[in-house]
């Protein structure tokens, strides 16, 4: 429901892709490209030709997203490639985007799970975690900036452990009282 909220909230559409999860297994690569595969063939044959990710700097992951979009006649496009993440954080910031941390890995601290993407989320982030979480060591949701035509009004929910991460269950702002990360001692 937040993601149609965020799309219907910037003023553009939003085509959801359904991937299997649960057990034995989840969503195998070899599952996930064959997925990809069809919805890739579906917006070549819409005339769609380029594909725009917002990667940095992980080389594995781009040589990957480039081949799996030749096998579809694409091509990608990487517009921050290469950016120094320190930067693009405080660039992201000054903005005027708005996130929630919604998921983070042990290594960041259950402490950081729910918490706003800002200067000071910044400031107490340990050194060896990537500003931008390109690591995949966080990931957030965005509810405001300068493309949103409204803010997405969100709240912090309960905040889980689950298969080793830190998840901040966010929901839309009228169904929850706010919690915060402080429900799980930081680690």
């Known amino acids: 429901a937040l993601l149609d909220e965020q799309a219907r909230a910037i003023g553009v559409p939003l085509e959801k892709v359904y991937l299997p999860s649960g057990e034995p297994g989840g969503c195998t690569n070899d599952v996930y490209e064959a997925i990809m595969s069809r919805v890739m063939a579906h917006y070549k044959a819409r005339g769609v030709e380029t594909v725009a990710f917002g ?3 992980l080389e594995d992951l781009r040589a990957w997203r480039e081949a799996n979009l030749a096998k579809a006649g694409m091509r ?3 517009p ?3 950016r120094n993440t320190t930067k693009v954080a ?7 985007y708005k996130a929630y941390l919604s998921c983070v890995e042990p290594k960041v601290g259950s402490g950081f799970v729910g918490r706003l993407y800002d200067e000071e989320f910044l400031q107490v982030l340990p050194s060896e975690i990537d500003p931008c979480g390109e690591n995949g060591e966080f990931h957030s949701f965005v509810f405001d900036g300068p493309i949103f035509k409204r803010a997405v009004s969100v ?3 309960e905040i889980v452990t689950r298969d080793g991460r830190y998840y901040a269950d966010l929901l839309p702002n009228d169904s929850v009282e ?8 930081p680690v």
Request: one cysteine or more.
């Open 76 to 78: 990608g496009i990487f």
């Open 80 to 82: 921050i490639w290469k």
């Open 155 to 157: 709240r912090v929910g």
């Open 178 to 185: 706010k919690c915060t990360a402080e429900l799980i001692p």
């Open 55 to 57: 990667d940095l700097f």
């Open 90 to 96: 405080h660039e992201v910031i000054q903005l005027g």
